[in-house]
């Protein structure tokens, strides 16, 4: 066993899921360290901005995501040979840009632009759909402008001119939707799309109340590096943090990562101002009322249907005394799910849970690694016992060292209990998956340049129903393409846990087809397939990733027809006229 040990140490040094090089040693060493995952990825207190990023994929343009020879070939061998499919050019798609049909008095105010590369880049999204647009160069439609507001008074200005003109309003964060939140339609109407992305700074500090006031347009590393100034975290770390925005947090009720120790971000965010066709609706930032429904609760969720989120005052707390994230290998999803289920429902005081089932417990430990070191770590693993239906589970702390001690001794015996590996090997494994954590959506690129799809979608149920939703979400993908003779290949994990349930994550890979319209076909049909597994009263159509256009048609089997009901006419008083993202949750 000690030489297997030795082996794996040597080898598994060089692991990393970091975009850009492997984490040498004292490099891992000081990932366990305050704050340090956070601030790897913290470089400017400002937004990201746009002309930086790629206009046709994922994230920063100087960043790059490798995918192990040896993981390629094991999607391969689930879905068969993959061709690449083609990429229009920039200039290409600014050719098909149409003249703004915005009225004048739109187009001379200076924080309104017309110009065919701002209209492109708040055009789309980030879900397959706008990929294959990008990628295709069938846009479609395009905003006829793009307004950067600086102020409430500007969304004002901006809203009250889209009712005098008869404008389409669309809001737009950080452009990380991947259900078609943000795409304008085709209509009569002239489309404005308002991007926040100057509003992107911490107003305010109530370090008495722990309340930090931020412009709703904020991205999440300028959200962290603000505050760490002060000594304070907000602790939301949704997979997209690098672009997304409190505002669309909010507006999508997002969930990070680390909900299970930071809350979610219904649990964060205390009140803000939210301009709507009707006025200013101003939410106070009460720590609790039970005078009547609660506004805070109501318009979270409405995905810009009601307005649009200017300021907003966000829950905070002091900067941890220590930070960790490791891994532990059980024989078993069952053993796995146990361990999460006890954790929660025992209240042991930790930031995350994930757990991954066996099929991408073996995808991850292919695609993160090399043949030797994969070999290395798998040789180890069957040694303790462990064979192919072992499952693999993330887990973290934050807090002080006290804390995290008493937490980690009382995991560490529920592990025990159920049969877990853990040792330095799984801690280097956690150290490395948290420094890499912000960089898997850059993958889909590496992956499509592949010729390989990748999609996911996502739920959450009660305990009792999370292994029969599993194999329906799976089964329902991985038969979606049968009649067109195509495989997909399915894993899932748990990405949250409550008390009374869970989510699951579900990615799911197919091969492109001969051009994109018949890529988009496979994805339409694996998507309805997918999205139908949910629609059984017993599931959300979303735990974290919002309605948006994809999901709207299957809205009413979880709300209900009254419940729908209430739901439009909440939004129809706020806006009359239905300019504001129409067609967005509600169909």
Known sequence: MSNIKSLVRKTFKTVSTSAISPIDNSRLESLSKIDTVIKTAVTTSANTPI??????????????????????????????????????????????????????????????????????????????????????????????????????????????????HDLIVIPFGGGTSVAGHINPQKGSRPVLTIAMSKMDQLIDLDTESQIATFGAGTQGPAVEA?????????????????????????????????????????????????????????????????????????????????????????RVQPQPEEELFKVAFLPNWEAGKAVLRQAVQSNIRLSMLRLSNAVETDAHLHLGTSPSQFLAISTYLKARGLDSQKVMLTYGVSGDKAQNKLALTQFNKLLKQHGSVTGKITDIMGSVWAHGRFKFPYLRGTLWDKGIMVDT??????????????????????????????????????????????????????????????????????KHAASSSLSNGTATISHQHGVGRDHAPYLAAEKGKLGIQVTRDMLKSLDPEQRMNPGVLIE
């Open 226 to 314: 603000q505050l760490d100034a002060h000594g304070y975290r907000l602790g939301h770390y949704p997979q997209s943090w690098e672009l997304s925005t409190l505002g669309g947090w909010i507006a999508a009720r997002s969930s990070g990562q680390q909900s299970l120790g930071y809350g979610r971000i219904e649990q964060m965010f205390a009140g803000g101002t939210l301009v709507t066709p009707q006025g200013v609706l101003n939410i106070a930032d009460i720590p609790a009322s039970a005078a009547g429904p609660d506004l805070r609760e109501m318009m979270m969720g409405s995905e810009g249907r009601a307005g649009i989120f200017t300021t907003v005052k966000m």
């Open 457 to 526: 979608f996502e739920t959450a149920t009660n305990w009792n129903h999370i292994d029969e939703q599993m194999q329906q979400m799976q089964e329902a993908v991985q038969n979606a393409l049968v009649d067109d003779n195509e495989a997909v290949m399915a894993f899932t994990h748990i990405s949250h846990v409550y008390k009374q349930g869970a989510s699951l994550y579900t990615t799911y890979f197919f091969k492109a087809g001969k051009d994109h319209a018949i890529t988009l076909k496979r994805w339409q049909k694996i």
């Open 51 to 164: 002309e930086q990023t790629r206009w046709n994929g994922w994230g920063n343009v100087s960043i790059n995501k490798k995918v192990s020879p040896h993981g390629a070939k094991l999607i391969k061998s689930h879905i068969g040979k993959t061709k690449k499919l083609s990429s229009v050019s920039l200039q290409q798609v600014l050719k098909t840009v149409p003249t703004s049909r915005l009225p004048v008095a739109m187009t001379e105010l200076e924080m309104v632009s017309i110009d065919k590369e701002v209209r492109l880049r708040h055009a789309r999204g980030q879900s397959f759909p706008d990929w294959i647009a990008m990628h295709g160069g069938d846009f479609e439609v395009f905003p006829d402008g793009v307004a950067h507001p600086q102020s409430t008074a500007d969304v004002e200005t901006l809203l009250k001119l889209a009712s005098e």
